[in-house]
């Protein structure tokens, strides 16, 4: 439990890694761990904050655990059209090579996106077309050393429910393919948290850590909402959770280094629950 420390997804902090106070920010703080997505280099031309950031990271031994996928509409893996399937499959691949390059040891995927369907047939389909998607990149997946996290989702999106998890992931190597616990997708279910954290027990690879009004999501931090915190970190403790705790929220008024001590604040108080 909390084995890795206090995490965080870059987007939380910043959408691109532009600002270098950020980088100072991060150095000095007690974030141990963080989640990268495709977009966090955009407008970095020459490289250099690229280079920062990797520098910052050896020298302090902080770890970019988890590499988020895109998830628009041409990175859709649970595509029924076959060529925009195969598309899809191909960004996928792409992503490879930043994988390899910071070490990730998760993948976070979207299995689908906003499809805004609650047909049974047509949500099958969909989960047939992602597990097909899914095994068609596991050579990858074990070439690159990496478990791939599927995201629990919100509203009418393929994984908004304990038992989507459970058709996808039936028949997949369980060394390879788990889930991503974001606790502000589970709209009104939001007082089964703990027992679908349990549900999950070993296939819960990694976390989004956030809060929201039990309607929507919202990405407050924790405290702010309805969730019931203790009971969470309870079922966490209770299944020998290992993985990342990784904030994934909205946090980018102020200035660098008061958006991370907020961070730093609310994961003391969050351990503080299990003492």
Not at 64 to 91: C, K, M, Q, Y
């Amino acid at each position: 439990m909390f084995n890795y420390g206090l995490g965080t997804s870059l987007s939380s902090l910043c959408n691109t890694l532009l600002e270098r106070d950020l980088l100072k920010a991060l150095r000095n703080s007690k974030v141990q761990t963080f989640e990268l997505n495709a977009h966090m280099f955009d407008y970095d031309y020459d490289g250099a904050i690229r280079k920062e950031f990797k520098a910052m990271l050896a020298e302090t031994g902080k770890k970019v655990i988890s590499f988020h996928v895109p998830f628009s509409g041409i990175d859709d893996l649970s595509n029924p059209d076959e060529t925009t399937r195969t598309w899809a499959v191909s960004r996928f691949r792409a992503h490879g090579p930043v994988i390899r390059e910071f070490g990730c040891k998760f993948i976070v995927l979207h299995p689908s996106p906003e499809i805004r369907t609650n047909v049974k047939a047509e949500r099958d389909e969909r989960i047939d077309c992602l597990k097909k998607s899914l095994r068609e990149v596991e050579g990858e997946l074990r070439e690159l050393n990496v478990q791939l996290a599927l995201e629990f989702l919100p509203r009418l999106c393929i994984g908004n429910k304990l038992a989507d998890m459970d058709q996808i992931l039936e028949g997949m190597n369980p060394e390879i393919f788990g889930v991503c616990f974001d606790v502000n997708h589970i709209m009104n279910q939001y007082p089964l948290i703990p027992e679908i954290t349990r549900k999950l027990g070993k296939r819960l690879f990694t976390t989004h850590i956030s809060d929201y009004n039990g309607i929507d999501e919202c990405h407050w931090l924790p405290g702010m909402g309805v969730i019931d915190w203790q009971r969470f970190v309870e079922a966490l403790r209770d299944i020998d959770y290992r993985g990342p705790f990784n904030y994934e929220i909205k946090i980018q008024e102020g200035n660098c280094e008061r958006r991370v001590r907020t961070l730093e604040e609310n994961f003391a108080r969050i351990r503080g629950l299990l003492k």
